[in-house]
């Protein structure tokens, strides 16, 4: 299969034509697994998502591969030892995009960690994550914190930890495990929408589905279905004949970011610490020309398509900040972009958002339909192994015999690389080879593109005609479109990309060389290129 967005129409043929053994309904993280594994371990195939890949809750976390610090607070020791081993097995599978980041966490007098308390906490986490001997914590003595952050306030602190967590870019994650499962054979479609069920002997045996692109309305056949549309689980459940309220429920709890242009906090690294108002942990992270803040963690009952960023959660975002920062303060009109996300958690009487655990849970409907809910970005790959042995063991699907999980060993698209000297390496040969264009702009697409830069740098080089910038966002644009099914320019800005948050002046030098590369590949019209136009005003508008 392919993953071009000019091929859509053959996509939809064989989708609608093919019986699969297992159809997946959800392109973000959770999907994207069950996507990678089943594919992997012989299954025939396809996902479904009613908007872009990673468009809700995968687009939208701390953008880190969590060893599980924040969860000793509740004694989660099993999800710390799990997530902290499966995020070694996630650098290893794409390196690119998945890097070491020092995480400075402050000791203040008035905080909820001591210096005592601290070092055990970081300690035992090193020892439940299985941390490489080269990245365990190191504790800091007060002048040793402020020489490593300047705008640390200095009036009670004690010194810091500085441990090891590993930054990623969530959305490209994901569209990485997807390409991985389509180079594999499988089918994935965005823009596709689940509307219903259908039936064989009273048993879910496919789903009814809209395309959104063309208006269309068709049926996809398959022996088993996978609900892992995350916060919209309880609606895809809904859908069922005869649904029953006796069906799992979740909490939703929503958290939100704000971006901060760095000239306005010049931090020196990563840091995570407490929030005055209730003694919640922030991070506080530089990415590119940017630097964001989060996350807020309440309970979201409004209706899910409709997610906005409050006022008072910015405000509680920039006061933990501010508390924890001196000589710099940040206000609200220094906010450039803000975005806000749901987690789906699994939901227990009593206790609040922040009390609940990240864990997942697995459960069959009685019409056979099995969803999926909780867990986290970093543990992605375990619940996938989960679901799709419950499928092969309790569910034997035709001509596919049980074989163990090989996605442990699975390196995903643009990671071809054996070690972290041989990405340096081909990082470096990049630079020399294609010295028409900025270190600091392939250094930009090697952190989204890894091993495929150099086809994006080939084809900007041919691009004689425009200057490097437009050159480059030309050929990006057309491997996105080319490559990573991208069908608006919203997918490119906020997904492919997210320079709307991190690089927006980026975006604006080269605004009309990307819409035109648009344009020229997916044939638009005037009216067209108007609607797109006018729907990313609205996004930088919220």
Not at 228 to 239: F, K, N, R
Not at 249 to 273: A, C, D, E, T
Request: with cysteine; glycine share 8%; net charge negative.
């Amino acid at each position: 299969m392919s993953f071009s967005a000019l091929d859509r129409a053959q996509h939809l043929d064989t989708l609608f034509r093919e019986k699969w053994d297992l159809l997946i309904i959800g392109g973000g993280i959770t999907g994207a697994g069950i996507f990678l594994d089943a594919v992997s371990r012989g299954l025939k195939t396809a996902l479904i998502e009613k908007g872009d890949f990673a468009s809700g809750t995968s687009s939208k976390s701390t953008k880190l591969i969590h060893g599980g610090l924040r969860y000793l607070k509740n004694f989660e020791i099993g999800l710390v030892r799990e997530v902290g081993r499966e995020r070694a097995i996630v650098h290893t599978n794409a390196r690119h995009l998945v890097r070491p980041e020092p995480m400075l966490l402050p000791i203040y007098h008035d905080g909820s960690i001591g210096r005592i308390t601290g070092s055990i906490g970081l300690w035992f986490y090193d020892l439940l994550a299985d941390v490489e001997r080269t990245e365990r914590r190191k504790m800091l003595s007060r002048e040793e914190a402020l020489a490593q952050e300047p705008l640390l306030r200095q009036e009670g602190l004690l010194g810091a930890g500085l441990y090891s967590e590993y930054r990623t870019d969530d959305a490209r994650l994901t569209l990485s495990i997807i390409r991985t499962a389509v180079d594999l054979g499988g089918l994935a479609l965005n823009y596709c929408e689940a509307t219903g069920f259908i039936y064989g002997d009273d048993m879910v045996s496919g789903v009814r589905c809209h395309d959104i692109l063309a208006g269309n309305e068709r049926y996809i056949t398959a022996n088993a279905v996978v609900n892992a549309t995350g916060p919209w689980m309880d609606a895809v459940l809904g859908m069922q004949n005869h649904a029953t309220s006796g069906e799992k429920k979740l909490l939703l709890s929503k958290g939100i970011h704000i971006v901060i242009p760095r000239s306005k906090l010049p931090v020196n690294q990563s840091m995570y610490f407490d929030a005055p108002a209730d003694g919640r942990m922030i991070f506080c992270i530089p990415r590119d020309q940017a630097v964001y803040i989060g996350t807020t963690d309440t309970e979201y009952q409004s209706h899910l398509d409709a997610l906005e960023v409050q006022d008072v959660e910015i405000e509680y975002l920039i006061q933990a900040t501010n508390h924890v920062l001196e000589d710099t303060t940040i206000h609200k009109n220094d906010v450039t972009g803000s975005w806000a996300g749901l987690r789906a958690l699994i939901y227990e009487e009593g206790k609040a958002p922040a009390e609940l655990s990240r864990k997942d849970e697995i459960f069959i409907s009685p019409k056979g339909l099995i969803s999926i809910a909780g867990g986290k970005l970093t543990g992605y790959r375990k619940m996938a192994e989960r679901v799709i042995d419950l499928i092969l063991k309790s569910q034997p699907l035709t001509d596919v015999p049980y074989v163990e999980c090989r996605t442990q060993n699975l390196r995903l698209a643009g990671a071809d690389f054996d070690s972290d000297l041989d990405m340096q390496v081909m990082s470096e040969q990049l630079v020399t080879e294609f010295i028409m264009f900025s270190q600091e702009n392939i250094a930009k697409l090697f952190n989204r593109y890894g091993s495929e830069t150099r086809q994006i740098l080939f084809q900007a080089q041919s691009e004689i005609s425009q200057s490097p910038g437009d050159a480059l966002i030309t050929s990006e644009v057309t491997f996105s479109i080319r490559n990573e099914m991208t069908h608006h320019l919203a997918d490119f800005m906020l997904r492919r990309t997210a320079d709307v948050f991190f690089d927006q002046q980026h975006l604006q030098r080269h605004f009309d060389a990307m819409t035109a590369a648009f344009t020229q590949q997916l044939r638009w019209d005037d009216a067209r290129l108007t609607a797109e136009t006018e729907s990313i005003r609205q996004v930088l508008g919220r």
